[in-house]
């Protein structure tokens, strides 16, 4: 492993804001297209500025990859894709090697960091919530992790969420001995359409066996799975409700009215209950949103702050706060800490009354106990207690 730092990517910051880099180890470019599902007669070179002309084309979400070596490892870059962080593609791609993947996503809830050898999935998680990991061996990049300022205790909080792109993408440099960067691609850019994905395994087994919660507290998701549905239920009911006492928002109207219907078994506006949720992470992300419908808002002047040839994007930035000063920008406010950490507290209280109704009960205990798993052991151990019917 090489030791690269998050300094390595300090120029992420105002770069591409939606896109997925995954290293591939041992694999040409042909072959790792390939396995990306771009057919054989569709490579070939490509452009940034027709790299943006298909982002267009597909409404944001660019079906395209491109890939280049570099040393023992490939690079695989996708501008507004994803199809990199998704477990059956990085399967394919690390069958028989190792491949890393980074997806960086600012309008989505998270970014996302997978690492898997041999087909199998070792560590993976969700940048900004570090201590959430998942996989085969997910405390395998601790050490790493540490360093890099991802924090992997639940007790640890991180110190900027502006940091977890560039810490990720140096992780994954310190696994592949590859620094990442635009001319690491070069141009022209060797590359296709992926006109047949990898499909999806069909379910089988079961789904949650990967769920964090199990990785947190295997003793909470054994007394989850073994409760009678009707006490399960009333578990989440009185968890979600107690996320909310937490974090002072239990006499919230649209939260109050939500939980009072769970109570009854009556359904939801879910329209409601996802634009509080959206609200409140915009309050711990600093993301722009319009308030009054609770939908992300996009820089309406992306393109014209694109370079000749759409190769960079340009930000301007007050060097004395470090927002942005472009007057037909949406302003991105940072959080302090202090608003991040009451916004998180909201923010978990609203997606756990959300989680009250899915209809998969079982899915819901284990998502809405998560936050007491990771940060509260001493209050899981006592809903343990309860859902075996040993005390309240």
Known sequence: MSHATAEDYAWQHGWEEIYTVTFVLGLDERETLRRFGVAEQDMRPYSWEELWERVEETDGCCDVVVAARAGDWTVAFELRGWEGVRWVTLRELSRGGEAVAVMRHDYAASHRFM????????????PQ??????????????????ELGLPTEPEDELDTWDEVVPASLALAGRISGV?????VLGEPMFGGIITAPVPDDPPTGDPLAGHPLRGHDAELAE????????VRRVAVIAEARRLCRVAGVEEHPVLAEALGRAQRGESVDERGMDRLVRLWEADLTGQPIDRET??????????????????????????RTGERTCPTCTPWRRPSGEERDSARARWRAATAVRDTFLSDERKAAYDVHLTAAATDPEHAAAVVRVLRGEGH
Do not use: K
Request: glycine share 12%; net charge negative.
């Open 179 to 183: 620094l990442f960067d635009t001319e």
């Open 294 to 319: 609770g939908e992300w808002i996009a820089d309406p002047c992306a393109e014209s702050h694109r370079s000749p040839g759409g190769r960079y994007s340009v930000t301007f930035v007050d060097s």
């Open 223 to 230: 007394a989850i799975d073994a409760a009678d549905p009707g």
């Open 115 to 126: 690492h898997a050898v041999d087909g199998e999935v070792r560590t993976g998680f969700r």
């Open 129 to 146: 919530w570090p201590q959430e990991r998942w996989g085969t061996r997910p405390d395998a990049l601790n050490g790493h992790m540490a």
